[in-house]
C-alpha cells in the first residue's frame, strides 16, 4: 500500500516545519514528511502483517531520515533537537 498524500496536506507539512509551503528542500520539512509517512505505514502494517512491500518501503524510509537527522546533528545541533521534541521521535 502506497501512502499517497493530498498535495494540501504535503504543503501543510512544509509550512510547519520547512518554514514554508513552497521550501520542499528544507531538510526539517523533508523530516517531518519521512516521520508522518513512517507513521501511516507503521498503522498499515499493524493490520497487514505481511505486507512485505510495505516493510521494504517503511525500512528504507526509516534509513532516509536516520541519514537526514544525521547530517542536520552535524550541521546544526539546535535544529536537530528541535526538530526531535517537536516530532517527538525520540527518548
Known sequence: MAV????????EIFAEHGGSAK???STEGQI???TFRIK??????REN????SCKRT???L?????????????????K???IIEKLGIRK
Open 4 to 11: 499517497y498524500l493530498p498535495k494540501e496536506k504535503v504543503e
Open 23 to 25: 521550501n520542499t528542500g
Open 32 to 34: 517531518a514528511l519521512f
Open 40 to 45: 501511516e505505514l507503521s498503522n498499515h502494517l
Open 49 to 52: 502483517k505481511k505486507d512485505n
Open 58 to 60: 517503511l525500512l528504507s
Open 62 to 78: 526509516v534509513g532516509k531520515r536516520r541519514r537526514l537527522l544525521n547530517y542536520l546533528a552535524a550541521k546544526d545541533i539546535t
Open 80 to 82: 536537530y533537537r528541535a
